[in-house]
Nanobody, 119 residues
Framework: QVQLVESGGGSVQPGGSLKLSCAIN????????MGWYRQAPGKQRELVAT???????NYADSVKGRFTIARDNAKSTLYLQMNSLKPEDTAVYYC?????????????WGQGTQVTVSS
């Protein structure tokens, strides 16, 4: 079982920046893709950004040009650099991993980290 632990959330003014981290703990044989999702109060969880094992990145239209997803395989960590933050970016941000472990395809979610953008 792979465990994901997010960090880096907090409160920031509009136009500010935050960097989220997701530490990956556990044994796996193949990491297929990882991503960041978010859920605002009263709304469904939505995709923010994903990155495949081959390095292909995908972003929600609402964050293109402002957010950057990256991974450090040596540190087993996924990042989300968020710039030019807007109040509508306020949400709980979750890390997700799609992987194979012991021959089984599975996915894991982190516990979430709160991001609040407000003046």
């Amino acid at each position: 079982q792979v465990q994901l632990v997010e960090s880096g959330g907090g409160s920031v003014q509009p136009g500010g920046s935050l960097k989220l981290s997701c530490a990956i703990n556990g044994r796996l044989s193949i990491m297929h893709a990882m991503g960041w999702y978010r859920q605002a109060p009263g709304k469904q969880r939505e995709l923010v950004a994903t990155i495949t094992s081959g390095g292909r990145m995908n972003y929600a239209d609402s964050v293109k040009g402002r957010f950057t997803i990256a991974r450090d395989n040596a540190k087993s960590t996924l990042y989300l650099q968020m710039n030019s933050l807007k109040p509508e970016d306020t949400a709980v941000y979750y890390c997700n991993a799609d992987y194979t472990s012991l021959g089984n395809r599975a996915d894991s979610w982190g516990q979430g980290t709160q991001v609040t953008v407000s003046s």
